[in-house]
């Protein structure tokens, strides 16, 4: 005849393996919720737009060692520090806050320290597994995770912060994981590969509808 104490035991050890089963079922399910979008196939491109004002000609360059498609934005004209950084598609904001440190350049000390990484940066994501990303902000974004953006929102005002040399636009469209060569308005801009300096004027057609 089976003693309490025993029966016990084993009704105890039943229940532990039950709640392991499920807390690995539990697991497996969350995994495969963040995984399976990832491993669809990317939806068409948006049509993207510069993401700076309407009208206004900025020069789009890339030098050796940037990394390929990588595109580093400065105006042709007028002050660069605080010039308004727009969404270039509509989307959801992931991430608003500082990717590496910020370092101390500044208009008031524009050879300041540098930093590290990105500085202030924004990411959105268009959907269809399409995501933009716009780095060395002057100041914390005008955005927050998990806002909805529509194209041409100002989002931040550009900067130095980060590892940058000069304020300008650090900007990047990706697909999935990977980086892609940036197109805005339908058009490539022609910054593929970091092999040379490249440089490009495009006047911006992120305009209100």
């Known amino acids: 005849m089976t003693t309490g104490p025993s029966r016990h035991r084993r009704t105890r050890r039943g229940l532990l393996r039950l709640l392991l089963a499920l807390g690995v079922v539990g697991i497996l399910a969350a995994g495969a919720v963040a995984l399976v979008p990832r491993l669809l196939s990317p939806g068409p491109r948006p049509l993207f737009q510069m993401p700076v004002a309407c009208g206004e000609t900025w020069q789009l360059g890339t030098y050796p060692g940037h990394d390929d498609f990588d595109v580093d ?9 605080g010039r308004p950084v727009l969404a270039s598609a509509a989307g959801t904001v992931t991430v608003a806050g500082i990717n590496g440190s910020l370092g101390g350049r ?25 995501e933009t990303q716009y780095l060395h902000l002057l100041e914390p974004p005008l955005v927050s995770e998990g806002q909805r953006v529509e194209q041409g ?21 990706r697909r999935g994981w990977a980086k892609v060569e940036t197109w805005f308005d ?3 801009s022609g910054i593929t590969h970091d092999d040379a300096e490249y440089t490009v004027r495009i006047t911006s057609r992120n305009c209100p509808d």
């Open 153 to 173: 929102e100002q989002i931040g005002r550009l900067g130095s912060t980060g590892n940058s040399g000069a304020p300008h636009l650090h900007y990047e469209q």
């Open 106 to 130: 500044t208009p008031q000390d524009p050879d300041g320290p540098r930093g590290r990484g990105g500085g202030y940066w924004v990411k959105i994501d268009h959907g269809g597994r399409w």
């Open 186 to 188: 339908g058009r490539p």
């Open 73 to 81: 934005f400065f105006p042709t004209e007028g002050e660069s520090w």
